[in-house]
């Protein structure tokens, strides 16, 4: 266990530190030694949020974040990894529609929150990047989802947040799903301006967030009728 303990400690500062092949080749060992995949997608997450804090620090550039979203995709891709979230993406927990909104075409944290959300049991529809509020309002006609995640790494992502928000006061239908918005710049003060329910700095607090929710409200879903 103590070993398993420094392992994961090892795992987040690497990718902290972009050393991407000392991450996959750490992560080949502690799947080997028995880490369970979930936890190790954890630790990458955790590892990202850092990488995260150090571009809003401008200690690190976009190339930086791209990296570590490589880093992530890479650890995903690992054939003892892949089965596992396969086989827990079943939507049991509900439906979370998810993108990056107007205005900016980031997609790495989103794709970091859309693979948790997987491995948690959550059905996911990503609408992508640069995504209009107009959009968000049509395919949460279609799709009905229970939570909506508005991502956004630019710091001028907060205003195209509350105009999604602000299209679904408008079109009648705010109440009938919640809303999680996602960035590192964001605060308590930010989500309350822009109306969302919650909001998130790392992933696991995100995750934990919509699991909470689902399991509050009712068996299978969050806006059941």
């Not at 959300?117 to 059905?123: D, M, P």
């Not at 959009?135 to 939570?147: A, G, H, L, R, T």
């Not at 696991?204 to 689902?214: D, F, L, M």
């Amino acid at each position: 266990m103590k070993d398993l303990n420094k392992m994961a400690n090892s795992i987040i500062e690497l990718v902290e530190q972009l050393e991407e092949e000392s991450v996959k080749k750490l992560v080949d060992k502690a799947l080997n030694e028995g880490m369970e995949p979930l936890y190790l997608l954890e630790l990458i997450a955790e590892g990202m949020t850092r990488v995260g804090r150090l571009y809003e620090s401008k200690d690190y550039y976009i190339a930086d974040l791209i990296m570590a979203g490589m880093i992530f995709k890479d650890i995903l891709a690992f054939d003892r990894m892949t089965p596992d979230f396969h086989k827990n993406n079943t939507g049991e927990l509900g439906k979370v529609m998810i993108g990056t909104v107007e205005g900016d075409i980031h997609d790495i944290g989103k794709d970091i929150f859309k693979g948790m959300l997987e491995a948690n049991g959550f059905e996911v529809i990503d609408l992508g990047v640069d995504v209009h509020k107009e959009v968000f309002v049509q395919k949460f006609e279609e799709y009905k989802p229970d939570i909506i995640g508005l991502s956004g790494v630019l710091t001028n992502t907060i205003d195209p947040m509350k105009d999604v928000i602000s299209a679904f006061i408008e079109a009648g239908i705010r109440e009938k799903v919640k809303f999680i918005v996602g960035g590192n710049h964001l605060t308590g003060g930010a989500c309350q301006y822009i109306g969302a329910d919650d909001f998130s700095n790392d992933v696991s607090r995100g995750i934990k967030v919509c699991k909470e929710w689902a399991e509050l409200t009712y068996k299978g879903g969050i806006n059941n009728d």
